[in-house]
């Protein structure tokens, strides 16, 4: 069983910057492709980024690309998604989330989930 802690949310103005992070239990933490969702009130959980198990790979939603960074310390079991130049739009709980099985945008790619992190941009 892989659990996931996310951390780094919270208030930003826009313009602004957050990083957040994600600890993963897994022994195996190098064999996960990891990747960050988000779910703003009444909207579905919409893709942000991923990277592949070995961090050489990466990949991003259109809409934060240029923006927001995803990167991968597997020495820490940690992943990270440095969040630049933030907007209101950006508000929302952000997921950390694992696959042992690939990588991708696809929701159902993805076995293991944490409890999210909220962030909110003031505009």
């Known amino acids: 069983q892989v659990q996931l802690v996310e951390s780094g949310g919270g208030l930003v103005q826009a313009g602004g910057s957050l990083r957040l992070s994600c600890a993963a239990s897994a022994r195996t933490f190098s064999n996960y492709a990891m990747a960050w969702f988000r779910q703003a009130p009444g909207k579905e959980h919409e893709f942000v980024a991923a990277?592949?198990?070995?961090?050489?790979?990466?990949y991003y939603a259109d809409s934060v690309k240029g923006r927001f960074t995803i990167s991968r310390d597997n020495t820490k079991n940690t992943v990270y998604l440095q969040m630049n130049s933030l907007i209101p739009e950006d508000t929302a709980v952000y997921y950390c989330a694992a696959s042992f099985t690939g990588w991708g945008t696809s929701r159902d790619i993805y076995q293991h989930w944490g409890q999210g992190t909220q962030v909110t941009v003031s505009s």
């Open positions: 990277v592949s198990a070995t961090g050489r790979n990466t």
